[in-house]
């Protein structure tokens, strides 16, 4: 079975400052998906990054990037810069990878880090 | 283009009532997701459509739980005879294709008293 782990329930960090989520998963897949997602109190998941297995570099999107380390088997993120609108529940979440099978697709969660910007 | 839309954003409920939460994806979108996300706690699947057959609904916690997608738009999960327990908020999600990145719903939040 899949699992993610999100070791820090909370996180703080200084405006502009960058800082660190962690994130690591178990699977005995070859083929699989990594995903960030931010939860801000409005409820909506909002898409931020994305890491496939196979890819050999690190992802970007803008102020976030993604620490793929596949052999110790995590996947944190990094957010630079922070900014005050940053503050928010963020989830790591993996994608099954087994291609044809009937629960490819479904995203498998962890438990979150809420983190929290000062001015 | 607009995003996932779900309504109710809110339903209270008793216990023992039946609830239908609706979710329109995204246009275009074969891959529908529906996840169960309690207070606190990251979001947990329910069940997946491809166009109108729902070909994983191994995630339903219950038989009190059904989903439907006839058209291969539209999808409705429906909770028949409402327990506390159900209180939570319910995420839909949609992507082109199951292997493509999911984009969410707002989320409808039901409180089942």
């Known amino acids: 079975a899949q699992k993610i782990t999100q070791t820090q329930p909370g996180m703080f960090v200084q405006e502009k400052e960058a800082v660190t989520l962690d994130c690591t998963y178990d699977?005995?897949?070859?083929?699989?998906?990594l995903f960030w997602y931010k939860q801000p109190s409005s409820g909506e998941m909002i898409f931020l990054i994305y890491q496939g297995s196979y890819d050999e570099q690190n992802a970007t999107e803008g102020r976030y990037s993604l620490n793929f380390q596949k052999a110790r088997k995590s996947a944190n993120l990094v957010i630079s810069a922070s900014q005050l609108g940053d503050s928010a529940m963020y989830f790591c979440?993996?994608?099954?990878?087994?291609?044809?099978?009937?629960?490819?697709?479904?995203?498998?969660f962890g438990q979150g880090t809420i983190l929290t910007v000062h001015p | 283009g607009a995003g996932v839309s779900q309504s109710p954003r809110y339903k209270v409920a008793k216990r023992g009532q039946d609830v239908a939460l609706r979710c329109d994806p995204i246009?275009?979108?074969?891959?529908l997701f529906w996840y169960q996300q309690a207070l606190g706690q990251g979001p947990e699947f329910l069940t997946y459509f491809q166009n109108e057959a729902q070909l994983d609904k191994s995630g339903l916690p219950s038989d009190r739980f059904f989903a439907e997608r006839p058209e291969g738009s539209v999808s409705t999960l429906k909770i028949q005879r409402t327990q506390q327990e159900d209180s939570a908020v319910y995420l839909c999600a949609s992507s082109f294709i199951r292997k493509e990145t999911q984009y969410f719903g707002p989320g409808t939040r039901l409180l089942v008293l």
């Open positions: 246009s275009g979108h074969v891959s």
């Open positions: 699977t005995s897949d070859q083929s699989y998906g």
């Open positions: 979440a993996m994608r099954e990878g087994r291609g044809g099978g009937t629960s490819y697709g479904k995203l498998t």
